[in-house]
């Protein structure tokens, strides 16, 4: 390993990242005796933190934020959500986490508005019209409120699924390639909400990407996955040099 993941490893071997919003602990997924998603991975974000997954399809990127999000179990290793062990804990962890899935799972027949309104209120969120009306301005999807979301562009789509991730003040932050699909001006915007949130040092975010620009956009660390093992881990600059 390179010096930096193995400090990281050792970090979070000793406690020392026991207050992160994430901490994993020599996670390793694998299927069946042959296909190893993730191997032995050790990593600790803290709040304020927004930390880059960059890898090829396949590498383990989707697979770490779908533990995250207690979707897939773990095969080995330790997983801690915003305090709360998984999968012990992962009510707890999963009512302060937004979720934006790889794919848009948006529901056809309902509106901008109504796919707001419905994660609103599955959230608890206690101004639900609030909250819709702040989403819509935030990412700029005001002319499209009352457009069903089978008819919007794929940019689009990856623009509502982010709001819905984003509803409730989550305290951690899972967003799977949120901006394919989108042109450049809409990818800035993006960024531009998503600097604004780290802004406020109350949320972690955790972004998977296949793009450098958007982690030396939004990343204050990033991480490089190849075949399910960190290979590399540190800013920017520090891994373009």
Not at 61 to 87: E, R
Request: charged share 20%.
């Amino acid at each position: 390993f390179e010096p930096d993941v193995a400090a990281e490893a050792a970090r979070v071997a000793s406690g020392h990242a026991a207050g992160d919003a994430v901490v994993l602990h020599k996670l390793h997924k694998q299927y069946g005796r042959e296909k190893v998603a993730l191997h032995e991975l050790s990593l600790g974000i803290a709040k304020g933190e927004c930390f880059g997954y960059l890898g090829i399809n396949g590498a383990g990127k989707s697979t770490t934020l779908q533990i995250l999000h207690g979707a897939l179990a773990p095969s080995s290793g330790a997983v801690a959500v915003n305090g709360h062990a998984l999968p012990a804990g992962l009510r707890q962890a999963r009512a302060a986490t937004g979720y934006c899935p790889q794919f848009d799972a948006l529901h056809d027949l309902l509106t901008v508005e109504e796919e707001l309104e419905l994660y609103a209120r599955l959230k608890g969120v206690v101004n639900v019209a609030g909250a819709v009306e702040a989403k819509l301005a935030q990412f700029g999807l005001q002319p499209f409120r009352a457009k069903r979301t089978q008819g919007l562009s794929g940019g689009n789509k990856r623009k509502v699924s982010t709001a819905i991730a984003l509803l409730g003040d989550p305290a951690l932050l899972l967003l799977d390639e949120p901006s394919t699909g989108m042109d450049p001006a809409a990818r800035r915007a993006m960024w531009d909400v998503i600097v604004g949130v780290l802004s406020e040092k109350r949320c972690a975010v955790v972004l998977t990407t296949h793009s450098m620009e958007e982690c030396q956009a939004l990343c204050t660390r990033i991480g490089i996955l190849v075949s399910g093992q960190l290979k590399c881990l540190g800013s920017a600059q520090h891994l373009k040099h």
